[in-house]
């Protein structure tokens, strides 16, 4: 099973590198980020969705996902796995705030897109995909200041 800890800083090939997912709290912007490193597989993920928001309080904190370096062998029937899981949060209608996820790898990049169209089809609109942190954390800032103001 894939862990959530914090980054491995080794200086070894992406394709090497266990897989790692860091969080951290940003108090200031009250923004959950993630920051991930090696390769992506399902179990991370899976792992990850079930377990980041676990907090009550986190659910309403935007999450900023960076996953640039990153790379995937994921599959489109794993967008569909993690897309249940996101479903099934839906159902139990636990509000979450905004996703933001960033990957520069076109794999991964296309692997995100997936799985933002097809949890928007499912009806959850909250989460955007970005090739650049830049342009994630604007979205993200606007969104989190729409949501205070609505």
Wanted: hydrophobic share 45%; proline share 2%; with cysteine.
């Amino acid at each position: 099973m894939a862990r959530i800890r914090k980054l491995d800083t080794r200086d070894r090939p992406v394709a090497d590198r266990p897989e790692t997912i860091a969080l951290t709290r940003d108090e200031r912007r009250r923004w959950l980020l993630a920051r991930a490193s090696g390769r992506l597989s399902i179990e991370q993920v899976t792992a990850f969705l079930r377990s980041a928001r676990a907090n009550m309080k986190d659910r309403l904190w935007p999450l900023l996902f960076d996953a640039r370096a990153c790379q995937t062998a994921m599959t489109q029937a794993d967008v569909r796995t993690a897309v249940a899981i996101v479903q099934s949060v839906a159902r139990r209608k636990q509000r979450r705030a905004h996703v933001a996820l960033v990957a520069d790898d076109d794999r991964l990049y296309r692997w995100f897109l997936s799985y933002e169209t097809q949890c928007a089809e499912a009806g959850v609109s909250v989460i955007r995909v970005f090739r650049q942190l830049e342009d994630a954390e604007r979205w993200l800032d606007i969104m989190s200041s729409a949501r205070e103001l609505g």
